[in-house]
Each structure stands twice: as structure tokens, then as C-alpha cells.
């Protein structure tokens, strides 16, 4: 199977369905999601010599903001849902 990249067009088609005073944020890393403020967007030159946008989280310390919000790891299918376990029926007391 072949993999696509997403381009910075698709970003943005991505983007304008979104709330455009909403924060960003980036998602990182399936095995163990983190969420990571987002602080550069940089344009430069691939190695076959087409453009490639790199985002990029800050270098301060608060840039890695802690786990990602279980619901989002669900709708990235990085994590699967987590149900509740069922009720058990309550004991009585016997007296």
C-alpha cells in the first residue's frame, strides 16, 4: 500500500472547516500521545529538491503540554475506546 503525504493544501482544507481562533495544538508520537504546542511553520527544500513545510512545537519548556485528551488518541485510532466494565448487581446484606 502505498503512502500519500498530506500537502499544504490539504492543511488548509483541513483548516477551513475548523474555528479559525481555535489553538493549535500537535499530536505526537501513537505509542505514547503527547500534545505539543505548535510555535514555527518553516518552508524549505526537500532532498529530491520539492517544497516541504515543516511544523514545529517551541523550544521553551511548556511547549510539550502532557498527554493527549484520550478522546482525540480514540479519533486518531491511536488508542481504542475504553468502556466502563459492567455493573455488577450490589450485594445485600444477609441479616
Same mark, same amino acid.
Given at each position: 500500500m502505498e503512502h500519500t503525504e498530506m500537502t499544504v493544501g490539504d492543511l488548509i482544507d483541513h483548516l477551513s472547516a475548523c474555528d479559525r481562533s481555535a489553538t &493549535? #495544538? &500537535?499530536? @505526537?508520537?501513537? =505509542? =505514547?500521545? @503527547?500534545?505539543? #504546542? &505548535?510555535?514555527?511553520?518553516?518552508?524549505t527544500e526537500g532532498r529530491d529538491g520539492s517544497a516541504v513545510v515543516y511544523l514545529a512545537e517551541g523550544r521553551d519548556a511548556d511547549a510539550q503540554l502532557g498527554t493527549l485528551p484520550p478522546e482525540v488518541a480514540v479519533q486518531l485510532a491511536w488508542q481504542a475506546?475504553? &468502556?466502563a466494565p459492567p455493573r455488577r448487581? #450490589? #450485594?445485600t446484606a444477609c441479616g
Open positions: &493549535l #495544538r &500537535l499530536a @505526537m508520537n501513537p =505509542f =505514547f500521545p @503527547m500534545a505539543h #504546542r &505548535l510555535d514555527q511553520v518553516i518552508q475506546p475504553v &468502556l448487581p #450490589r #450485594r
